[in-house]
């Protein structure tokens, strides 16, 4: 029942920046570990960054610094905050609910494409 609506993927230059925006409905979202995760082609789909419902943050390798990610209990929404970025970014983003009790609930948005290009 949990549903979450992606937005804010598009074309960008390298070292500029987009937000990515995730709205998650259906279930509270006070009970779910929020992420995003990217798949770039030929590749595994990798961990950018998750955030517990209190705020702790876990990045991805090397993306520290450059990406940051935020949530909003009261709104049921999680962003991304993209600077500085490359080309090697490029990559479907996917907005993730994780229930870290059981039912052990994992949930997947539709994934939004990000292109970092010149």
């Known amino acids: 029942q949990m549903v979450l609506e992606e937005s804010g993927g598009g074309l960008v230059q390298p070292g500029g920046s987009l937000r990515l925006s995730c709205a998650a409905s259906?279930?509270?979202?006070?009970?779910?570990?929020m992420g995003w995760y990217r798949q770039a082609p030929g590749k595994q789909r990798e961990l950018v960054a998750s955030?517990?419902?209190?705020?702790?943050?876990n990045y991805g390798d090397s993306l520290e610094g450059r990406f940051t990610i935020s949530r909003d209990n009261a709104k049921s929404t999680v962003t991304l905050q993209m600077n500085s970025l490359e080309p090697e970014d490029t990559a479907v983003y996917f907005c993730?609910?994780?229930?870290?009790?059981?039912?052990?609930?994992?949930?997947w948005g539709q994934g939004t494409q990000v292109t970092v290009s010149s």
């Open positions: 993730n609910a994780y229930q870290a009790f059981p039912p052990h609930r994992n949930v």
């Open positions: 259906g279930r509270p979202f006070i009970d779910f570990i």
């Open positions: 955030i517990t419902s209190i705020g702790v943050t």
